[in-house]
């Protein structure tokens, strides 16, 4: 098995870590707001985004560091801005994809990388976006009575 050069190992930690930013982001969004589409499905999403970015770690028998995310992230005072953030956050994320790809020529992360920038910028963001982009006043009896409007792509599970 050949050994990573350095900038792999950094191509990996800066995935990881963004992977297991997205799901404490997720997770916080869905202790604040209950169970509601987008972020329940995309959470689980991004718990399989990490498994994948975790099997190239134990390939190459790398520490794999712990989530430093979760009650470190963001709160939101709404469901609207919160997808309104998911959004700008894929759109980071795919950027950051971008530089990764261009900073490894190792096939096999490359592939594991361009499966979650497809991810995200082909599912992850459309979902943000029209989550964003419906209802942005009182809510239509969707709610969980705390007075957060959402879009009409939000749904409660």
Excluded at 81 to 106: D, F, H, K, P, S
Aim: aromatic share 8%.
């Amino acid at each position: 098995m050949n050994s990573l050069t350095e900038d792999d190992k950094q191509v990996l930690a800066e995935a990881l870590d963004d992977e297991y930013k997205a799901y404490a982001t997720y997770d916080q969004v869905i202790n604040d707001f209950g169970s509601v589409r987008p972020f329940s499905n995309i959470r689980e999403a991004e718990g399989r985004h990490i498994d994948a970015l975790l099997r190239l770690y134990r390939k190459y028998g790398l520490p794999i560091p712990e989530n430093p995310w979760p009650e470190k992230v963001p709160r939101y005072n709404s469901l609207l801005e919160a997808c309104e953030a998911g959004v700008a956050a894929e759109i980071e994320n795919g950027e950051m994809y971008n530089r990764l790809l261009r900073q490894t020529q190792r096939d096999d992360i490359q592939i594991v990388l361009k499966n979650l920038q497809e991810a995200s910028q082909q599912r992850h963001l459309p979902a943000f976006q029209r989550c964003a982009g419906g209802n942005r006043g009182a809510g239509r009896g969707r709610g969980r009575g705390k007075g957060f409007g959402h879009g009409r792509g939000c749904k409660i599970d």
